[in-house]
């Protein structure tokens, strides 16, 4: 199916049942790959002079965006662009949640507007599955708390699908703040139900043991995973109020974390390095290596829109059986 | 307000009886001697005939919150419950902590409650923790304990000198054992759940810490001190060991706490959001283990009633707290009596009667002549289902909509006067 054109014939939705896409610890891993092999079928779309299909022409996006964001925004916008739907973008400030009206009566509303597709980023994990038990509309999540990104998480798989061929057997580290981090997690179920092997490496108070229990291994120091890593996943570091107490500063983050140039050398040549951004210059990854032959970074962002056009594309047409 | 109770089973634990009989009722007190006159007769023979069963732990909302519970439909769900009485929590709107708002509640409580009403005032000034509240005045009033409850006074010497002044007055302390500064943001139990699901996490120590705290501060003032809601295993040893020296500290746990645990978060059901929260498994088991022990000497249901709006958000911003009085008596019994056989019925009946009594020092709890004459009749066998649409709350906030359950009272009795019955 991955080699249909999608502009005559659209992608099979074979065995796709859902509305919705509120994260990934509940698909199955054929339905993570039939994600991604729709989203190779729609990758095509953008390297061509006519950018667009007509998969979701007459439908409305709406993008609502309770906590900010940009790139994610801009990249469903993109791909519901892509596939002819119409959008329309909310944020908490220019909504009524700021009148005290409730996350579920805003979307009640905007589905009595006839939204097809509500893509919802709420700081509340949880909110998305409570809209998609609640709406008809489908409801894609867009990262809820530190609950899931399952967006991100398949774009990821993607690209290292694209960049290794293949998921399974392959050692993945992921490096920095594990315990508020919506990635990780998404990443974490993704990799796991795909055959990786998952590494986490942080600091203790932001990687709990506790995460062994979803299957990954937890060490604490960087160096260890550098020589045996084939894809190393570096998360946002932030040092925000509610941090203080997690770990003392971003320069002693660097120094027992940051992906330097000295442990970058350590990696084997063709391990993959990836961060879902935006990047901290120097604190997290060093500016060079960011830039650098290995990093995919900027692959990650590209088929962060075949992605969620597969998403959108899917959960609609699961919508319309219904 | 004559009865003869006829041939039920009955279990006074009080006094240490058991066996089947008549009860009678004369003038609204329990009597020695058959009723003259006009009476009314019940047929208890298949049943077990109990002193009106007392809720330690309600939330009757009122004054303030009335759109979630009034004293009126809290009672009557008491009532449906098998309760006679229910000791009711301070945090209302205004707080409990001034004898005029006791006093109103009081009042109200005399013209709507279908049941015994007893209400318990503040430990400290708004429930903030920083300045004691009027207890004596309070005490005057009719105030039968101090709490703090829904909040825990932090600063351990504001609590030493409330729990040394409440000695004074022979008050109990009860306390809803809760470290901020651990708990921080969190809204369900720490552990594999709340690091699947992205949720901030509530540490067991956030609630021993507070119970260490409370152990040593009724052994330096030889006060009685009484551990809300219970979750933890490790909160279980601590009281264990601090009872078998001798310490006057005792704790209640609530149904929903043995019946589920942290796992069902993963439905984001807010029905499922409770302070202190569902824990795991481990936790269950350690807690009924104490039930079983004697380590655990109250039953409660921690009735907590929210309107539907209220609970229909983000799991996160919901408010903690479900219902419990008219499902608490079915899932003790489902599950401590005939389910795990940590105790039997007549241990049951003691947590719910002449414990609770004796704690907060209330002429209740038995079925001795001159009594008052509260009463509940069960059937411990009868299966049941729970309709959440059948209930007499004013809300709706439960995850027990549908559960089957095997043992239900089938009659209370106020005062000799049924005021409901199945």
Known sequence: MNTAKPETSLPDNGQWHRKDLVGIRELEPGEIKMILDTAAAFKTVGSRDIKKVPALRGKTLINFFVEPSTRTRISFELAAFRLSADVVNISATTSSLQKGETLKDTALNLQALHADIIVLRHSSAGAPKFLAERLVASVVNAGDGAHEHPTQALLDAFTIREQVGRIEGLRVAIVGDILFSRVARSNIWTLKKLGAEVTLVGPSTLVPRTFEEMGVEVVRRIDDVLESADVINLLRIQHERQRKEYFPNLNEYTRFFGLTKARAAKLKPNCLIMHPGPINRGIEIDGEIADGPQSVILDQVTNGLAVRMAVLYLCNTAARKV | ?422
């Open chain 2, 1 to 422: 307000m004559n009865l003869i109770i006829k041939s039920g089973r009955i279990i006074d634990p009080s006094i240490d009886r058991d066996e089947v009989a008549d009860l009678y009722v004369v003038n609204g007190q329990i009597s020695a001697t058959a009723p003259t006159g006009e009476f009314e007769t019940i047929d208890a023979s298949r049943y077990i005939v109990t002193p009106g069963l007392i809720d330690l732990h309600v939330h009757l909302r009122e004054p303030g919150q009335s759109n979630k519970e009034t004293i009126e439909t809290g009672t009557r769900a008491a009532a449906a419950g098998g309760f006679t009485s229910v000791i009711c929590m301070p945090n209302t709107e205004p707080p409990a902590d001034n004898p005029s708002t006791i006093a109103w509640i009081a009042d109200r409580a005399c013209e709507s409650a279908l049941v015994n009403v007893f209400p318990t005032g503040a430990i400290t000034k708004g429930l903030k923790g920083e300045e004691m509240a009027p207890i004596g005045s309070m005490v005057q009033a009719g105030i039968i304990a101090i709490t703090d409850d829904g909040h825990c006074v932090q600063n351990h010497e504001v609590m030493r000198r409330a729990v040394e002044y409440a000695r004074m007055f022979d008050l109990a302390v009860m306390d809803h054992c809760q470290d901020y500064n651990m708990v921080g943001s969190g809204v369900m139990h720490e552990g594999y759940w709340s690091t699947a699901l992205g949720l901030a996490g509530w540490p067991r120590i956030a609630e021993e810490i507070i119970v260490a705290r409370n152990i040593l501060l009724a052994e330096l003032c030889d006060t009685r001190i009484h551990c809300q809601h219970l979750t933890s295993g490790g909160s279980v040893r601590f009281l264990r060991d601090a009872r078998a020296r001798g310490i006057p500290v005792t704790a209640e746990i609530c149904p929903h706490h043995i019946a589920l645990t942290d796992e069902r978060i993963a439905t984001f059901d807010t029905n499922y959001k409770m302070n202190p929260p569902l824990r795991a498994q481990k936790d269950v088991d350690q807690l009924i283990e104490g039930v079983a022990d004697g380590t655990i000497t109250v039953l409660a249901s921690d009735h907590a009633p929210h309107a539907y709006f209220e609970k229909e958000i983000e799991f996160d911003q919901a408010p903690f707290g479900i219902l419990g009085l008219e499902t608490e008596l079915g899932l003790f019994l489902t599950i401590l009596v005939h389910g795990t056989k940590a105790i039997d019925i007549k241990r049951l009946i003691t947590m719910y009667t002449v414990n609770p009594a004796t704690l907060v020092r209330l002429p209740k709890g038995t079925l001795n002549p001159g009594a008052d004459g509260d009463i509940t009749i069960i059937d411990p066998d009868l299966e049941w289902t729970f309709r959440n649409d059948e209930s007499f709350s004013r809300s709706r906030n439960t995850p027990f909509d549908g559960w089957e359950l095997k043992g239900r009272a089938v009659r209370t009795i106020v005062g000799g006067k049924t005021v409901w019955s199945l």
